[in-house]
Structure formats: C-alpha cells, structure tokens
C-alpha cells in the first residue's frame, strides 16, 4: 500500500491517542503548560515523574498556552510533565447511599469507608435555580429550635445566615438544626475548619449520629481550591437529593473561611484588592453558591444555613455585608448572652427572617410583636430598673414587660441535646402571654359591652 492511500485512509479515522500538553513554568499557585488548548474552567491531569496524578482547573488562556491551579500544592509538580484535558467539567459522584458518609471536595471519602459505588456524576458548578421556576415559599421549616421556630421562623427553601464571632456558639447551634429538623436529608459542608473541629464537631454538635447526613470537608490545610470547591461540592449534592422531591437541609460553615479561599485565589490571578484585601470575585461567588438554595416548582427544595464569621464581631465586614445582601435573613449570636447563660447565644431584636410574614398565621404573628416590642421595652429602661431608678406602677406597659421577662428569658434558653418543635415552640409562645392585660383599645370595646348589658331595659314606646 502506497504512503498517500494509508494517509487517505487514516485521515477518516478518529485520533485515538489522547493530546497533551508539558508544564514549561510553575510558580507558587499557578502553572503553565503548552500544547493543547482547554478552556477556562477545564480541569487538567498532570502526570509526575512518579506516575501519580493530580488534577488542577484551568485559570488563564493565553495564545499558546494556559495557566491552571492545582487542587492540592505545587509540590511534586515539575517542568515537563505531561497533563491532559480531564473532563470538559468538574463533577462530583453521587448516589443514594452516600447518606452516613464525609467526602472531600472531589468525592473522595475521608472516613475509612470503601469509596461510592453505583455513582453517577453531577456538574459542581451549576446555575441557581430559574427565576420563574422558583417554587414560592409557604411551608415552614421547622429547626427544632425554640426560639427561631418561635420568633424567626424558616420557611422550605429558605436562605437564613448566621452570624457570630469565633466561639460564640455557632457549632454548636448548627448541631442543633441538623439534629432538630425534620429534613429527610442533610448536607453539611465544613469549610476552612481546622482539622481536629471536624471529629469534635460529628461527635460532640452531632452526637455521632451521621444517618441521612453527608458531610463534605475541606479543612484549613486543603488547598483553597479545595476549600472553594468544596462548597459548590456539598451544593451539588444537595441539589441531587432535592431533584428527587426531597426537602434538603444544606448547612455550611463559614462562608468566611469560603471568601478567604477565593481571596487567595483572585489575588494569586493577579485581581486587585478592595475592601478587606477581598478581590472583586469573592463578592461575586457568593450569590453563585447562596442562590442554588431554594425551592423548586415540581422538585423539593433547599433550605440553607450558612454560618458567616464576623471578626471582632464587626457586623460592617465587606462578607457579612454582602451574605447579608443575599440571603433572606440573619440570626445574630451575641457574645454578651453567653455572659449570662443563654445559649443558644439568639439576639432576636438584631436578628430577622425576611419570609415569617408569610409562612405564619395572624395569631403568631401578634405574638413575635408582642415578645419584641416587650423585650425591646425591657432593654430600654434596663439600666433605670437596675439602679432602682424605676417606680413600680409609673408604666403599666412595662411594669407588664417586666413581669413576663423571666419567662422570655427562659424562652430563649434551650438545651443542646433538646428538641423543641415548631408546635411546641408556638404554644411556649402563646403562654408567655397567657396573663397578657387587655389593650386599652379592647378594655374600652369590652366596657362598653358590659355597658350596654348592664343597661335596664327601656320600655318600648
Ligand atoms: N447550647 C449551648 N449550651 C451550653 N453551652 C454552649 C451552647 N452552645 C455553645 N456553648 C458553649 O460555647 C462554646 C463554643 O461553642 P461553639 O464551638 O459552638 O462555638 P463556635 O462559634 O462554633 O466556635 P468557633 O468559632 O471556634 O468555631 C462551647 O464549647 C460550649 O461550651
Ligand atoms: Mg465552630
């Protein structure tokens, strides 16, 4: 056979050797290599020297080249490496009986179990849910915590943050939730924790107990591309359970430590620094990740916690600012509370949930106005009843505020091994106020009736 016709002939066939590329630069975050072309966002497989692997995600595309970061360290990489365009995306492998497992951000287990069988796999990067096919909420979520069941309460698919210092108690809040809450499935996403947290946080918040829970960790020695990564990760996978109609409850610890991955991340691509060293990216990630929680029309929904670390408890922080922006209300943990035993830590007057209006009923409603305003009352005139400043009997709204002020401080307290429906959490409400004096305007309705009961009868002409 002539040279021309075995050319002609292989010339339809599909090349079937796979194309790479050969690193020619490595710097501390980013590396370059050349000879294919991937796009923006592909992941790459280099091959070491050693013949092992690692996996890295293209950042920069120049024309002949491209840069891309690794998902572990640069260490063990080295000039002349083959790498190779893995998958056109980043997916994460998922099944139904990955409920009791703690996965790394690329669905690895971590916790000495064999690895996922029967997987399928799903883009880690996914568009939030459609504007129109957004399902509207109307179902309340309950928390198994008194005080936001009571007084801030969640809807299905609702977004709330938390937002506290370090040690105020948000661990182990979060632990009450997922132990608390009625979801069928719980997606838990540690971010930037340090390592010994992650045990002390599944036995000591948890309870040990992982049934219908997955956990994906990516702790503080990870990459930050770990650490970024592994929030969309826990994402996809509740976005998983939630297309098979299934009411997911995602909790993420800290969005904070997530922003700081992509700090680092923007500035080693060479970003500018705006407020707090945070590049512009990090405020644009954040509404990617937040808004795939919610419901969806004909699926189940998402409803999220993402805990958001306020240094110094500054609650203008360029992070806190801008989840505040995003999510549909906030739950302060105040330092101060834990100075007088309350726990969980609840400042409910700082704190808000945008959609209680709608999720509850006119009754309970007068309730959260009347623990508020009569809490706010209380906390106005503190100091004057402290000093002994305040004469019983000067304001009977008050005198009634102070009255009831031990069974609303009691309200707020709730052990961490206790469960409080949203029922119970009700009913503790209402009888708070069961002594609650008649409105002026109502004791002069009910006067006047007793008035005209009291009335003789006059004759008729
Ligand atoms: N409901 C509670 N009942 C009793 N003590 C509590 C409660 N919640 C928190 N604490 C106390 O507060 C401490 C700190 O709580 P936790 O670890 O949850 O805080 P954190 O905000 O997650 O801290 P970090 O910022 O270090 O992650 C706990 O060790 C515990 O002693
Ligand atoms: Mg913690």
Redesign the pocket.
Same mark, same amino acid.
């Given at each position: 056979m002539s040279l021309d016709t075995l050319k002609s002939k292989l010339a339809h066939r599909p090349n079937l050797s796979p194309q790479y590329g050969v690193i020619y630069k490595i710097t501390p975050t980013i590396i370059y290599a050349k000879g294919i072309t991937p796009s923006v966002g592909d992941i790459i497989k280099a091959i070491h020297k050693d013949s092992s692997e690692s996996l890295g995600i293209v950042t920069l595309s120049e024309s002949g080249s491209f840069g891309f970061s690794p998902f572990g360290f640069v260490e063990g990489f080295s000039i002349s490496d083959k790498v190779f365009i893995e998958k056109n995306e980043l997916s994460f492998p998922v099944c139904d009986d990955m409920l009791g497992r703690v996965l790394d951000p690329l669905g690895q287990p971590i916790d000495d179990k064999p690895p996922l069988q029967n997987t399928i796999s799903v883009p880690i990067i996914a568009p939030p849910i459609r504007a129109l096919r957004r399902g509207i909420i109307d179902e309340v979520f309950d928390v198994g915590v008194r005080s936001i069941n009571g007084l801030l309460t969640c809807g299905k698919g609702q977004k709330m943050g938390i937002f506290?210092g !370090?040690?105020?108690?948000? !661990? #182990? *809040?979060m632990g009450?939730i997922v132990k608390g809450c009625d979801a069928p499935v719980k997606v838990i996403a540690l971010i930037g924790e340090r390592g010994r947290?992650v045990p002390e946080f599944i036995h000591k !918040?948890l309870g040990g107990d992982l049934s219908s829970t997955v956990l994906i960790v990516a702790t503080s020695d990870d990459s930050p591309l770990m650490r970024k990564y592994g929030a969309f990760s826990a994402m996809a996978v509740a976005e998983y359970f939630k297309s098979q109609g299934k009411d997911v409850l995602f909790i993420m610890d800290s969005v904070t430590r997530f922003a700081m991955a992509q700090r680092e991340i923007g500035l080693a691509l060479g970003e500018p620094p705006t407020s707090k060293g945070y590049p512009p990216s990090v405020l644009t990630i954040m509404p990617q990740l937040m808004e795939r929680a919610g419901k969806e029309e004909g699926k189940g929904s998402i409803t999220a916690f993402f805990t958001v *670390?306020v240094e110094g408890d500054d609650l203008s922080d360029p992070i806190a600012d801008q989840a505040r922006s995003i999510l549909d209300g906030h739950i302060i943990l105040d330092r101060n509370l #834990?100075d007088f035993g309350v726990?969980?830590p609840i400042d409910v007057l700082s704190s808000a949930s945008r959609l209680s209006n709608d999720i509850t009923t006119k009754e309970h409603k007068e309730l959260v106005r009347d623990f508020r305003r009569y809490y706010a009352l209380i906390k106005e005139n503190e100091i004057l009843v402290r000093i002994g400043s305040y004469q019983k009997g000067a304001d009977s709204e008050l005198d009634y505020a102070l009255s009831i002020q031990p069974k609303m401080q009691e309200y707020l307290k709730?052990?961490?091994d206790e469960n409080i429906n949203f029922e119970k959490s009700v009913a503790d409400l209402r009888a708070i106020f069961a002594s609650k004096p008649a409105s002026r305007a109502q004791s002069q309705a009910q006067a006047q009736a007793s008035l005209q009961q009291n009335l003789p009868d006059l004759p008729q002409e």
């Open positions: 506290a !370090s040690g105020v108690g948000k !661990s #182990t *809040l009450m947290e !918040s *670390l #834990t726990y969980p709730q052990n961490e």
